[in-house]
């Protein structure tokens, strides 16, 4: 079946240092691949997604490379803010299907 | 426009008691699932609502949840009687297309 790993956290950073939270996937077939956010009292968001192979995602200055060869669909941003500080989930849906299967979700804490 | 509601926010319950949480989907919605992550774990699915039907609800754990859509606006998910492994935060999602909308969450303790 398809499943999702994601780095265990919490990750701590202090605001403007690079972010990484590794992300990979076992999945049948080609998926499609997100990352959600939820930060603190709100629902998850979605923050981005790749449909295929190569596809690079892109928001609010995240980004997140399909990578078919490593199945991995690690997340990077440049220069972390204090209101960055959330909970990260990778997530896959098969093709067909609109029921994602999650990761464990990765803390991320940001202090100034 | 009001994103998904879910009510209570906040519910600590003892083993054996029943508990009732609520989601309000995005008006005009036809679609409605809910979902459960247990402390540190993923998140899963339970089932999803087309309206009033249900269309998948392969992920209920046991006949001690029981989901409701009574004319296919919100959604209600009953557990009774409640057990200490049920604890967790349930989310609720709804959509209209491909993208699903969460909503903030139940957070469920059992005691």
């Known amino acids: 079946g398809n499943s999702v790993t994601q780095m265990e956290g919490p990750v701590t950073l202090s605001e403007e240092a690079f972010l990484t939270i590794n992300c990979t996937y076992t999945a049948t077939g080609y998926p499609s691949l997100f990352w959600y956010v939820q930060y603190p009292g709100e629902g998850l968001q979605l923050l981005l997604k790749?449909?295929?192979?190569?596809d690079k995602g892109s928001n609010k200055g995240f980004e997140a490379t399909y990578r078919k060869e490593t199945t991995s669909f690690h997340l990077e941003k440049g220069s972390v803010q204090v209101s960055d500080s959330a909970v990260y989930f990778c997530?896959?849906?098969?093709?067909?299907?609109?029921?994602?299967?999650f990761g464990r979700g990765t803390s991320l804490i940001v202090h100034p | 426009e009001a994103g998904v509601t879910q009510f209570p926010s906040h519910s600590v319950i003892e083993k054996g008691q029943t508990v009732t949480l609520r989601c309000d989907p995005i008006s005009g919605h036809d679609n409605l699932y809910w979902y459960r992550r247990v402390m540190g774990k993923e998140i899963k699915f339970l089932l999803h609502?087309?309206?009033?039907?249900?269309?998948?609800e392969s992920g209920m754990p046991n006949n001690r949840f029981l989901a409701e859509r009574t004319g296919g606006t919100y959604s209600t998910l009953k557990v009774q009687p409640a057990e200490l492994e049920d604890s967790g935060v349930y989310f609720c999602a709804s959509s209209q297309g491909n993208e699903q909308y969460f909503g903030p969450g139940t957070r469920l303790t059992v005691t």
């Open positions: 790749a449909t295929k192979a190569d």
């Open positions: 997530a896959l849906s098969g093709r067909g299907s609109y029921i994602p299967t």
């Open positions: 609502f087309v309206k009033e039907s249900k269309q998948d």
